[in-house]
Nanobody, 114 residues
């Protein structure tokens, strides 16, 4: 069973930066997409950034501030978050989608204070 382990969350002041990492416990093949989602209290989980088919996509509210990157050799996903805002506060989840399975991390809390 593949596990995704996230790290890098924490408390930061508005305007600060954090880098999230997500490492797979073993090699994953037939990947369709690798991405980050987030869920704020009382809200639905939403897509933040995704890498698929050689291209990346971001939700509008994070464009220009967040950058997703991947290390395919290690099945690791990163999310560099700059210029953080209080509205970025959420639990962030990494996701790897394959032809056969959908893997999720356990979530890492990001809290941005104003």
């Amino acid at each position: 069973q593949v596990q995704l382990v996230e790290s890098g969350g924490g408390l930061v002041q508005a305007g600060g930066s954090l880098r999230l990492s997500c490492a797979a416990s073993k090699k994953i093949s037939s990947i369709n997409a690798m991405g980050w989602y987030r869920q704020a209290p009382g809200k639905q989980r939403e897509l933040v950034a995704v890498f698929s088919g050689g291209s990346t996509n971001y939700r509008d509210s994070v464009k220009g501030r967040f950058t997703i990157s991947t290390d395919n050799a290690e099945n690791t996903i990163y999310l560099q978050m700059n210029s953080l805002k209080p509205e970025d506060t959420a639990v962030y989840y990494c996701n790897i989608n394959t032809w056969f399975s959908d893997y999720w991390g356990q979530g890492t809390q990001v809290t941005v204070s104003s």
